[in-house]
């Protein structure tokens, strides 16, 4: 079974300032995906970002970018020039590309707090 | 748009009692998911659906069921309802190797 680790609970940062998350994951399988979900107070799901294995180029969305390192097995997410709208609980994801149902393991997430 | 609808958003419930959410999606995805999320943790698979009339376990099914009687909805039923099912619970949906994509959570008391 896979399992997902975000073995940060908690981080503050202030406004405009950069945030890194971490993530690491077990898995003995080559082709997967792996997501960031933020979760915000309205407790929406929101997706953030996705990242296919079998590309070595890490993906970007506007401020959110990821720095995937396979060999290690690691997933960390970088909020740059944060926003007050970026507090939020943030959830690492791992979805397996052959397994049926697409089924998603998730982390137990890391509460992010943007300071003014 | 409405994307993944969740019906009722809120619910008090009495030990024993037994009820069903629904979820519905208006974006023909094959697959639909129902996780529980309990306070500071993830999201943990109850029951999954890869297309009509089929339905599979998740990680913690146990005092659940579930049916996809059509495409577009999914129900996810408590028999019996205990204190221990107390969450907030959501629904998703997706293609096959796409994102899922989630409904708003209904929250779930049972005391």
């Known amino acids: 079974a896979q399992t997902v680790t975000q073995s940060q609970p908690e981080m503050s940062v202030q406004e405009a300032e950069t945030v890194t998350l971490s993530c690491t994951y077990d898995t003995s399988e080559n082709n997967y995906y792996l997501f960031w979900y933020k979760q915000p107070p309205s407790r929406q799901m929101i997706l953030v970002i996705r990242?296919?294995?079998?590309?070595?180029q890490n993906a970007t969305e506007n401020r959110f970018s990821v720095n995937f390192q396979k060999a290690a097995k690691s997933f960390s997410l970088k909020i740059s020039d944060s926003q007050l709208g970026d507090t939020a609980m943030y959830f690492c994801a791992f979805m397996m590309s052959r397994a049926a149902g697409n089924k998603l393991t998730f982390g137990g997430g890391t509460r992010v707090l943007v300071k003014p | 748009n409405a994307g993944v609808t969740q019906t009722p958003k809120f619910r008090v419930l009495k030990t024993g009692q037994s009820m069903t959410l629904l979820c519905a999606q208006d974006m023909n995805h094959e697959y639909m998911y129902w996780y529980r999320q309990d306070p500071g943790m993830g999201l943990r698979l109850i029951h999954y659906s890869v297309g009509e009339g089929t339905t599979a376990k998740g990680e913690v099914p146990d005092g659940y069921n579930v049916s996809r009687l059509k495409k577009q909805n999914f129900l996810l039923g408590l028999e019996s309802a205990a204190p221990s099912q107390t969450s907030v619970y959501f629904c998703a949906s997706s293609r096959p190797y796409q994102p899922q994509h989630f409904g708003d959570g209904t929250r779930l008391s049972i005391l």
């Open positions: 990242q296919e294995a079998y590309k070595q």
